[in-house]
């Protein structure tokens, strides 16, 4: 099983990498992560909707047609993790990429949340790439735990 990051943003620093890997290196043997970033589109000449435009254009040229994309929002639906799990359990079964998509400081195109299977929101507030990335990597590991009934998750 596939989980791919893809995000508007830059290389995982060192301190990012370590966080991440404190939980990846506790995930299921066959769950595997990937981390895709793209060059975020800012210029000073551009509008935020040319920006948007031109960074959907990016993430839709990673996408394979047959895996599942969730795109996070901050007008997206909100889940707690029991319902996270649920959603990672969905994707699990369906034995499908999953791509998790994360927009540049502008947020995601409303193409790319159109076109997701589904939109979410972690919180109504706003966090930063490299902590967003450690939340998300998180909450993949404690989804796994709730599926498979460890203690992690209380």
């Known amino acids: 099983m596939l989980f791919n990051i893809i995000s508007v943003s830059n290389k995982l620093s060192k301190w990012e990498s370590d966080g991440i890997d404190a939980y990846k290196k506790q995930l299921p043997k ?12 800012q210029h000073p000449k551009r509008s935020i909707s040319e920006i948007k435009s031109l960074e959907s254009k990016l993430i839709s040229s990673r996408l394979k047609e047959d895996s599942f994309n969730i795109a996070f929002d901050i007008k997206g639906k909100e889940l707690d993790s029991i319902q996270f799990s649920h959603l990672i359990k969905e994707c699990f079964e369906k034995n499908k990429i999953t791509n998790f998509l994360i927009g540049g400081s502008f947020g995601l195109s409303k193409e790319i949340i159109n076109s997701s299977d589904v939109a979410i929101s972690i919180s109504k507030m706003t966090f930063p790439h490299r902590l967003f990335k450690i939340l998300l990597v998180e909450q993949i590991y404690r989804s796994f735990s709730i599926i498979n009934n460890s203690p992690y998750h209380k």
């Open 30 to 41: 066959h769950v595997s992560l990937k981390f895709e970033n793209i060059k975020g589109q």
